[in-house]
């Protein structure tokens, strides 16, 4: 019986697994690709191995959009001090558009998703509140060790976005929105 309740929730278990690669994938044929902009980043952490710290510049324009909403609705000052449980675990949808600026395939916040139809060119994209840092998409990028060099001129991240709001990180982009591609002349720079 044992063995059998093991074999029955390690089935689950990569059954689980698959179904979520399976919509990984799904989303990076069919979703939409989009630049957001990086705001200032940290290309280290020696506990972590490579990589580098993401900070999106979509994320400061959503949380300047919900203390505005909030101000809105009841009236109170941003500057205040907001209890704890206040402001953790909330989630939603913003609004974004392609502006092809400064580089192709650049996106832009319009607004807070309030259930209205997108307009043609708008998409959504999820975000999380944990405490009081908002959060979009991937966190942290892993590159190998020694091309940590080729990453630090990285000023976007490459995303495919599902219909839901879902994304999954392609890569980092240069000035130009080029991807850097992983290895690229990290030893002609490292021989200079």
Known sequence: MRKLYILSVLILFF???AFSVQK?????ADGKTILLPLAPVDPRALLMGDYMDLRYIVNTDIRAALAKAKVVRDGSNPSQSKSRAEDTAVEGFAVL???NEPVPQAASFIRLDDGKPLLPGEFLLGYRIRGRAVTTVATAFYFQEGTA?????ARFG???????G????????DKQGKLIAPGANA?????E
């Open 15 to 17: 059954a689980g697994y």
């Open 24 to 28: 990984m994938e799904t989303v990076l």
């Open 97 to 99: 558009r392609i502006s």
């Open 149 to 153: 060099r080729q990453y630090e001129k």
């Open 158 to 164: 490459q995303f495919k976005v599902a219909d839901n």
């Open 166 to 173: 879902k994304t999954v990180l392609v890569g980092l982009c």
């Open 187 to 191: 030893d002609a720079k490292d021989e």
